[in-house]
């Protein structure tokens, strides 16, 4: 199982940017996804996460700017993000909980890191 992560770039303060995240391997299903994010010199912070139910959750500092959502039959995971500040430059890394085929246990898988970086 791995997954990849899409659509980081160079912005400019109050622009737009989409992350996509897409897992793909022998996959039974999948619960919890999110995205996180490292700015440099800073610890990894949640950034929202979503359900396979589709309940969602953010951290304040992005509340009202951005919006993340999963489409199920591709086993992707999206980040909208409106709004971008300079404070929200940074590595950003997808997250989901999946259940492999044949396998009973939930393990937690990472993506490699899109960069994201907003021009003042």
């Known amino acids: 199982v791995q997954l990849q992560a899409f659509g980081g770039g160079l912005v400019q303060a109050g622009g737009s940017l989409r992350l996509s995240c897409a897992a793909s391997?022998?996959?039974?299903?999948?619960?919890?996804m999110g995205w996180y994010r490292q700015a440099p010199g800073k610890q990894r912070e949640l950034v929202a996460t979503?359900?396979?139910?589709?309940?969602?959750n953010y951290v304040e500092s992005v509340k009202g700017r951005f919006t993340i959502s999963r489409d199920n039959a591709k086993n992707t995971v999206y980040l909208q993000m409106n709004s971008l500040k300079p404070e929200d430059t940074a590595v950003y890394y997808c997250?989901?909980?999946?259940?492999?085929?044949?396998?009973?246990?939930?393990?937690?898988?990472w993506g490699q890191g899109t960069e994201v970086t907003v021009s003042s």
């Open positions: 979503i359900t396979s139910g589709g309940s969602t």
């Open positions: 997250n989901a909980n999946i259940r492999r085929v044949g396998v009973l246990d939930i393990g937690k898988y």
């Open positions: 391997g022998a996959i039974f299903s999948i619960n919890t």
